[in-house]
């Protein structure tokens, strides 16, 4: 079988993320691990052994000490059954192989332990995408990879069940951040390690006035009154457990021993079948 296409070129990756170390602005990382915490709180389990992949240990290391922090290489440094708790920290969206990073995450969990995936959705920088793309089209009359293609909710869920989680959930949490012009919001960008790693990027030189006319489209679409421009981040969250038996398992369908109309205190109405109604 014919492997596909890497999706992204990881020594660029590698490259766009040691910048950040000059000056980093990584508040969205710190954003998604406190959010993290607050939902291990509702949890009613203590976990003793958790691993955190992550390309940023400053942000992780601090937020769950003695959490074991794993780069997010293709192939993850985990041992299998080795952890109660598996965090993907906001690294998932640049995986070249998606499904087979949250298998290697499952595999290093220990029997009802809990994976928790956080990456970058769907709806993450629409307004740049859109501004990128109208300019371009415009000065050259097509389009190259310029934004990472990033995920819809119900296809990022639907790959923890590929991965064989038990009781899989997905949700999202939207968050717009404000900046004075679309530059600002490239450079942090930039100061994330989201720079453009794309495999099938473009090598030559982007056209002199892309830049300028893209912020000028996004500027005149989504400016608001004072002029600052706001930027949206979708952060899903995938939520899965390694498989046990002591699990909640769903009940047979007709196993019920209960009627739903008393449960709702109300009284049972019996449809006519479709002969005695007739034809519609």
């Known amino acids: 079988m014919t492997r596909p296409p890497d999706l992204t070129d ?11 170390r000059r000056a980093p602005a990584l508040f969205l990382h710190h954003t998604v691990a406190d959010e993290v915490q607050e939902r291990l ?18 942000v992780w290391a601090p937020a769950l000490p003695g959490a074991r922090i794993v780069p997010d290489a293709d192939i993850l440094d985990l041992e299998p059954g080795a952890h109660d708790l598996v965090i993907h920290a906001l690294a998932l969206h640049w995986a070249n192989d998606p499904v087979g990073q949250l298998v290697q995450c499952r595999r290093a969990l220990r029997p009802d332990g809990l994976f928790l995936g956080i990456l970058f959705g769907g709806r993450s920088l ?23 293609p990033m995920g819809e909710i119900r296809d990022l869920g639907a790959l923890l069940q590929r991965a064989g989680f038990a009781l899989p959930v997905a ?23 989201e720079a453009n790693a794309l495999a ?4 030559r030189a982007a056209p002199r006035n892309l830049f300028a006319e893209a912020a000028r ?9 004072d002029g600052r421009i706001p930027a949206t981040a979708e952060m899903i969250y995938l939520t899965g457990w390694a498989p046990d038996d002591k699990q909640q398992k769903p ?30």
């Open 10 to 20: 990881r020594p660029a990756l590698a490259r766009a993320r040691a910048r950040t």
């Open 171 to 193: 949700d999202s949490v939207v968050q717009t951040v404000s900046y004075e012009t679309p530059f600002h919001l490239m450079r942090d960008l930039r100061a994330m390690g």
């Open 41 to 58: 709180e509702e949890v009613n389990r203590s976990f003793t052994a958790p691993a955190v992949v992550t390309p940023f240990a400053q």
């Open 217 to 225: 489209r996004y500027a005149q679409a989504h400016a608001g009154p």
């Open 126 to 148: 629409h307004e740049l995408r859109a501004a990128l793309a109208e300019a371009e089209v415009a000065l050259t009359g097509g389009l190259s990879p310029r934004v990472l």
């Open 251 to 280: 009940l047979r369908p007709g196993s019920a021993t209960t009627r739903l109309a008393d449960a709702l205190g109300t009284a049972e109405v019996t449809l006519p079948d479709r002969k005695s109604r007739g034809s519609d």
């Open 200 to 203: 099938a990027r473009h090598r």
